[in-house]
């Protein structure tokens, strides 16, 4: 059984305090598959312009990444170029060109319609609606999504809500999509009004799971060596599915751990620029992380 | 044995976006010592005006909180006056007015000059290193500081830090102090210029201690009826130094049990305004936050 990932598949041009890069390999869907792919085999549907440099994802298909979902149209690919200041949290975008991502619709190959997880990527809710109406049977649908379609597609996307099973987003969108200040009220109100199972993201002060009741924290990975934030958040997908897909069920244990995996993907996903830091990563050293983030968090009462 | 705590006692006027109260009781040694004396004996030096309601300190006093050492003094009480808006963690000053604490010098009583553990609130580190100069025989000293101090009076700041044992300031309060962007980086600059042990508080978001090469990550109580932010982090030493005292060892393990209940004292204090929760809580409000956060936090590898 395999994880679906829909998603961008783009050319990032990057900039940050601590260096720069151009048309690196990117995009939810590409950070996505480095990620989980230490952990499960992955089906990847996305869109391409023939401009794409693919031999760059070939560590993916060392590792089991099925690409035959991505298809390739004459054009230009979507990029995305952006830059970081201080504030690492939120770069500015320099320019976003969509090319080939424009007419983007996703075509699910029939025999990736009943992955074990589905993961939808922060793409039009539209499209990510698309995907659910092609796919025949899956354990646990994920989505990612974003202020812009907060704000332009509401209602699209409180329907795709009502549809998936985990929503992954940040701080400041659960905020701004449930219209209230207050973290915790805000994600108690997705989860009324969609997943029962929220994760939270914040950065580099980790993750807060929500599952029905269940509070989660997990921290951010104390990074010195941070380079890139670009794709943390769907390295932290592939990570928590990952593990998920590891696990086989979706108890409290499983879905907590999972969290943790998340955070250490993301924290290794901004070592280095675009996806350096996961072609280079070993199961070995993601125990590692997940080892020593559990020294960082537990405790005893007395 | 008993803790000592020399800081500001105070008349605060608070606006959030929750309410407001006009001259509430509180300061660094207010906030302090209504957290810390739920576990130890507690004294406290300061100074107040002869207009201090100090009728709303009784409640520490039933918790064996000596007050003998704040001195009353002709003239007005030390005020400040401000006003948070939609961000929680920096208040616009609105008004400060020293008043008698303009004057002040602490003047620790012969019977507070050998406590167990002594925390230096948040005052000019001249008047730090006044108290440290006073006191014969501690355990282990503690301070907080702020960007004034790190600004203005780094030179004795930095002698203060060569001379106590655990330093407790905000994130942005410690890049500030190290000079560098990189939380991590900064603390670790701390640790090889002060004190060994280093809690770098983050708001909603936690806690980090620091103590030699350990990294223990605390969340912050997830809460829905945030109404007044202000002492959170005099509230968190409280709770810190409150429980460590407790444990009557300075280990790995109970430094992280601390850091726990500074967290979850932290925030009770913010649930209501001034000091108004910590003067209604209970140790057993505290027991039971403690194991929720020992469960919002705990998971297993397999």
């Known amino acids: 059984m395999s994880i679906l990932v829909v998603g961008s598949v783009a050319l990032d041009s990057l900039e940050t305090p601590f260096g720069s890069a151009t048309d690196a390999v990117g995009g939810s869907a590409v950070h996505f598959s480095a990620a989980a792919s230490l ?30 979902g991505i298809e390739t149209v004459p054009g230009e690919s979507f990029r995305w170029a952006g830059r970081y200041t201080h504030d ?71 329907t795709l809500l009502g549809r998936v099973d985990l929503l992954m987003a940040n701080d400041g969108e659960i905020r701004q999509l449930a219209g209230q200040a207050n973290l915790v009220s805000a994600t108690r109100w997705v989860q009324e009004h969609g997943p029962s199972r929220v994760v939270v993201k914040k950065g ?33 997908a592939g990570g928590f599915l990952g593990s998920l897909h590891g696990s086989g069920e979706l108890t409290d244990g499983a879905l907590r751990r999972a969290a943790v995996f ?8 901004v070592e280095d620029f675009g996806v350096r830091r996961l072609a280079r990563l070993s199961r070995e050293e993601v125990a590692d992380r997940v080892r020593e983030l559990r020294h960082m968090t537990q405790f005893e009462l007395h």
């Open 39 to 68: 952990f499960a085999p992955v089906q990847v549907v996305g869109v391409i312009g023939d401009d794409y440099p693919s031999e760059q994802l070939a560590f993916l298909e060392d590792r089991e990444v099925d690409l035959s």
């Open 88 to 158: 690492l949290s939120s770069p500015e975008t320099l320019e976003t060109r969509l090319g080939v991502f424009a007419e983007f619709h996703p075509r699910i190959p029939a025999e990736f319609r009943s992955p074990e997880f589905l993961f939808l990527g922060n793409i039009d809710p539209r499209l990510q609606l698309e995907v659910l109406e092609q796919v025949q049977s899956t354990r646990l649908v994920a989505c990612d999504t974003m202020n812009y379609w907060i704000e332009g597609s509401r209602d699209d996307l409180m």
């Open 204 to 236: 580099e002060h980790g993750a807060i799971l929500f599952h029905d009741e269940e509070i989660f924290f997990v921290p951010g990975y104390p990074l010195e060596n941070l380079n890139d934030p670009t794709g943390a958040g769907d390295s932290f």
């Open 262 to 269: 998340g955070s250490a993907l993301g924290s290794f996903a």
